[in-house]
């Protein structure tokens, strides 16, 4: 059973950066894409990035385009979110999730391990 765990996580100013890592235990994460996942506070969780078993990356929305970044080491059982340029809206609780196919996909649902999130305060 994939189990993974995010770290990372903290408080930083605008502009600044943070790198988020979910490392992955029980299974190989290389046989998953995986996703990040972002929820700000009263909201529902939306996706952010996605990268497919060889390394195809997905961005699910404008707003983090060219300022987030999502890799994989899969020596390490790890995928990576980079922060970069850091805004208020991106304050929230960051979650990692897997699924058991090679590419990625829209569907928050076809995720079918969760991690249990990691939470970025983003403030002066």
């Known amino acids: 059973q994939l189990q993974l765990v995010e770290s990372g996580g903290g408080l930083v100013q605008p502009g600044g950066s943070l790198t988020l890592s979910c490392v992955a235990s029980?299974?190989?994460?290389?046989?998953?894409?995986v996703g990040w996942f972002h929820q700000a506070p009263g909201k529902d969780r939306e996706r952010v990035l996605c990268?497919?078993?060889?390394?195809?990356?997905?961005n699910f929305g404008d707003s983090v385009k060219g300022r987030f970044t999502i890799s994989r080491d899969n020596g390490k059982n790890t995928v990576y979110l980079q922060m970069n340029n850091v805004k208020p809206e991106d304050t929230g609780a960051y979650y990692c999730?897997?699924?058991?196919?090679?590419?990625?996909?829209?569907?928050?649902?076809?995720?079918?391990?969760w991690g249990q999130g990691t939470q970025v305060t983003v403030s002066s």
């Open positions: 990268i497919s078993r060889t390394g195809d990356t997905t």
């Open positions: 029980g299974s190989i994460l290389a046989n998953f894409a």
């Open positions: 999730a897997a699924r058991p196919f090679p590419s990625c996909s829209i569907y928050v649902r076809s995720y079918d391990y």
